[in-house]
Each structure stands twice: as C-alpha cells, then as structure tokens.
C-alpha cells in the first residue's frame, strides 16, 4: 500500500485456505476525504496476479510496482511457484479523485538489475531515486527450500529508468592514511629490491572488468616487473578497502523494515532462515545515501538472546501437545537456556588489538561447530558457514 496524493492505493495480494488458494491484480483506492474503498479499473495491460510485490510513488503521483511472487497448480498436489522481476507504472490523470483515470504501462529499465528475489524492502531516497535492499532467493529441492538471502542495495532512478546498484566507497580519511604509509614504505624501500624488479621479465596480466550493463570483459595486458609489483599492489589496496567496508554491515536478510530521513537510511530487523529453522532479527543500522561510505551500527543484536524457532507440522497438533507435554518442554527450555547461559563464557576471547578478520581466522572452526550444532546434521555447509561468519562477527562487534 503507498499514499498517492488524497488516496491509499493498494494492489494485489492473496488468499489461502485449507483447500485452494488464489492470488490477485486488481487496484484498490481508499479516498482520504470521504473514507470509502473504490476499486479502480485501469486501461492496459497490467501486471499479473502477485503478491510481495512492492509499490513506491513517483514526484508525479505515478505509483511504480515492482517484482512479487504466485504459484500455480500444476497438477494434483503439485504447485509451481513464480517469481516475478516484471516492473510496472500505475499512471493517473487528475487531483486524486474516484473519477480519476488510471492506465497501466509496462517499464523496461536499463543498467543492472537485482538479481530475482522476494521478501525485499523499498523505499524513497534522494535525487528522484527508489532504492531496494536485501531479499530472499528460494531454490526449490526435492522436499526442501533452501535461500540464499542478500544484503545489498539497488537504486532505481525514475526519472532514468535506469538500475544501479549502490556501492560502499568507505571512509576517505583511512584510505588516505593508508596510502601514504604505503608511499613511505616504498620511497625508502632497497634500491637492490627495485633493480631486481626491472631484471624481471615482461608478465601477461588478465583482467576481468565488469561493464555497466553487467557483460564481463577478460583484458589480457603484458607489463614489467615493476607494473606488476604497482598492480599487485593496487589489488592489494582494494582487497583491503574491501574487507574494511565490509566489517560493519547488516547480515543478509528478508523482510527487513526500511525508512529514509534526511537522506539517511535506516534498516531495522527482518529474518534469516536455514531449511524449517528462522532467526529474526533485531539491529538497527544507518546509512547516508549521498555518501554511501559505510554503515553505522545504531542498535545491536544479541545472539544470545536470540532463538531459533523450528516449524511445527500444524498448529493443531501443536495445541493439542500443548497442555499435556507443556510443563515439560518448559523444563527442558529452562535447561537449555541454563546450558547457554553457562556456556557465554566459553566463547573464544578477542584478544586485544585483535582484527575481525584475524579473530574468524581464529576461531572460525569453533563457529562453524557450533552453527552446526544449533542448525542440524541437515543443513548444507554453505548456510553453516554463513550463519557461522554472522555468528563471530556479533560477537566480536559486542566484544569490542
């Protein structure tokens, strides 16, 4: 639902029972004067039925739609489920009245687009730009569903038609210091080391640059030894910008709750999940979009007061267990929440000065173990590494 001028628009959606389950298109209006529904009757052709899609409005009063999810039967006991990377323009002509006449367009933006997702976030930033974050793609196996789960940021430039995504340049003080310290080092370095340098051979370089449009271009470069000793170095350079402006940043994440204000953006909470087992979040962070130099950390999330919560078969069973197993599972809850409780201090200590990546270098065995531990024997090596990393990296931000 988005505010379009006088008027609450909604579209979409869908309803599920017991046996069958249907999903729509059709347009809603709730006028903000009189307070009554109408529904609206667009001409064109719109998009088909979905829900998850997510809406954002235009300067204009146009109202953008963009991805979502549907499934259909197939056959008996058998859904295909679609996700949707369609965009669309809902486009009016009037003040925001019922008499007002509505026409679908389909839009065919340029640039990179996200990759296909669901359970993405949107909002309105700055310079006539929507942004999207994060999201879920499911992979359907044999009798499981496993996501891979994103944190990254895409803008959309309306008046463009044109996706980019956004990229975390990191602080300019530190890459400054950094690369003085690196100009000292080299100025004083050993002339033998440089003469040697200029011995060595010529050295094919391949590079792979990826283009604007997302094509991937192999370069195939011959230079010196010193070239190469500058180019190894500048990589270096970049590894390190890299891991630097990665250590501060939310964890992949569906659902997650997004605001804009003063060209800030603000990202709070969302879920994780690892096959039948989710994680829900509760962190806060911010980052300036006209900067997009790195994300700050507003409110932490404590790993260990989180819980993850495995899928019951059905809520009936799960009620009628309730009264004659409910004392007992409290038991065991009580016992398991002692064991963790004891077990904070087992952790593997930062030690002092010590970097975040030194740190998962470290200690990544224990974590890796211990996801295992709380994930199941079932859960592929991927999503255990992962929840493994996010695991050491809340623990070190809480330990330093």
Same mark, same amino acid.
């Given at each position: 639902?988005?505010?379009?001028?006088?008027?609450?628009?909604?579209?979409?959606?869908?309803?599920?029972?017991?046996?069958?389950?249907?999903?729509?298109?059709?347009?809603?209006?709730?006028?903000?004067?009189?307070?009554?529904?109408?529904?609206?009757?667009?001409?064109?052709?719109?998009?088909?039925?979905?829900?998850?899609?997510?809406?954002?409005?235009?300067?204009?009063?146009?109202?953008?739609?963009?991805?979502?999810?549907?499934?259909?039967?197939?056959?008996?006991?058998?859904?295909?489920?679609?996700?949707?990377?369609?965009?669309?323009?809902?486009?009016?002509?009037?003040?925001?009245?019922?008499?007002?006449?509505?026409?679908?367009?389909?839009?065919?933006?340029?640039?990179?687009?996200?990759?296909?997702?669901?359970?993405?976030?949107?909002?309105?930033?700055?310079?006539?730009?929507?942004?999207?974050?994060?999201?879920?793609?499911?992979?359907?196996?044999?009798?499981?569903?496993?996501?891979?789960?994103?944190?990254?940021?895409?803008?959309?430039?309306?008046?463009?038609?044109?996706?980019?995504?956004?990229?975390?340049?990191?602080?300019?003080?530190?890459?400054?210091?950094?690369?003085?310290?690196?100009?000292?080092?080299?100025?004083?370095?050993?002339?033998?080391?440089?003469?040697?340098?200029?011995?060595?051979?010529?050295?094919?370089?391949?590079?792979?640059?990826?283009?604007?449009?997302?094509?991937?271009?192999?370069?195939?470069?011959?230079?010196? /030894?010193?070239? &190469? +000793?500058? =180019?190894? *170095? !500048?990589? @270096?350079? $970049?590894? #390190?910008? %890299?891991?630097?402006?990665?250590?501060?940043?939310?964890?992949?994440?569906?659902?997650?709750?997004?605001?804009?204000?003063?060209?800030?953006?603000?990202?709070?909470?969302?879920?994780?999940?690892?096959?039948?087992?989710?994680?829900?979040?509760?962190?806060?962070?911010?980052?300036?979009?006209?900067?997009?130099?790195?994300?700050?950390?507003?409110?932490?999330?404590?790993?260990?007061?989180?819980?993850?919560?495995?899928?019951?078969?059905?809520?009936?069973?799960?009620?009628?267990?309730?009264?004659?197993? /409910?004392?007992? &599972? +409290?038991? =065991?809850? *009580? !016992?398991? @929440?002692? $064991?963790? #409780?004891? %077990?904070?201090?087992?952790?593997?200590?930062?030690?002092?000065?010590?970097?975040?990546?030194?740190?998962?270098?470290?200690?990544?065995?224990?974590?890796?173990?211990?996801?295992?531990?709380?994930?199941?024997?079932?859960?592929?090596?991927?999503?255990?590494?992962?929840?493994?990393?996010?695991?050491?990296?809340?623990?070190?931000?809480?330990?330093?």
């Amino acid at each position: 639902m988005v505010a379009c001028k006088r008027q609450l628009i909604i579209f979409g959606g869908f309803h599920e029972s017991a046996r069958d389950y249907i999903y729509y298109n059709d347009v809603y209006a709730f006028n903000l004067d009189s307070f009554t529904w109408s529904k609206l009757a667009p001409s064109g052709i719109g998009p088909a039925p979905r829900s998850g899609c997510q809406m954002a409005t235009t300067p204009e009063g146009s109202i953008i739609i963009y991805g979502g999810y549907s499934k259909q039967r197939i056959k008996k006991d058998v859904d295909k489920g679609t996700l949707h990377t369609d965009m669309f323009l809902l486009k009016t002509e009037g003040a925001g009245k019922e008499e007002d006449k509505w026409t679908w367009s389909r839009l065919n933006p340029s640039g990179v687009k996200p990759t296909p997702r669901s359970g993405f976030s949107v909002a309105i930033g700055p310079n006539n730009r929507s942004l999207l974050f994060g999201g879920v793609h499911d992979e359907e196996e044999e009798e499981s569903i496993e996501g891979d789960f994103f944190n990254d940021i895409y803008f959309y430039d309306i008046g463009k038609n044109r996706w980019f995504p956004g990229q975390l340049k990191g602080p300019k003080s530190e890459k400054k210091k950094r690369r003085r310290g690196r100009q000292a080092e080299a100025e004083g370095a050993d002339n033998e080391e440089v003469e040697k340098q200029h011995l060595q051979g010529p050295v094919e370089v391949v590079k792979e640059v990826v283009a604007e449009d997302g094509t991937v271009m192999t370069i195939k470069q011959v230079i010196s /030894g010193p070239a &190469e +000793e500058k =180019e190894r *170095s !500048e990589s @270096e350079e $970049e590894e #390190e910008d %890299g891991a630097l402006g990665q250590q501060v940043e939310p964890c992949p994440r569906s659902n997650a709750m997004l605001a804009v204000k003063h060209g800030v953006l603000y990202v709070y909470g969302g879920m994780f999940e690892v096959g039948d087992r989710q994680f829900t979040l509760s962190d806060l962070y911010s980052i300036d979009l006209h900067k997009m130099e790195e994300w700050k950390v507003l409110a932490e999330m404590d790993p260990k007061a989180q819980e993850w919560l495995e899928e019951s078969e059905s809520d009936e069973e799960e009620d009628d267990t309730e009264g004659a197993d /409910g004392g007992e &599972e +409290e038991e =065991e809850s *009580s !016992e398991e @929440e002692s $064991e963790d #409780e004891g %077990g904070e201090e087992q952790h593997p200590s930062v030690q002092p000065e010590e970097k975040h990546t030194d740190y998962l270098s470290r200690t990544e065995q224990y974590w890796i173990k211990l996801a295992r531990s709380n994930m199941g024997p079932d859960a592929k090596e991927k999503k255990v590494v992962k929840v493994a990393h996010a695991m050491a990296k809340t623990f070190y931000e809480d330990s330093v």
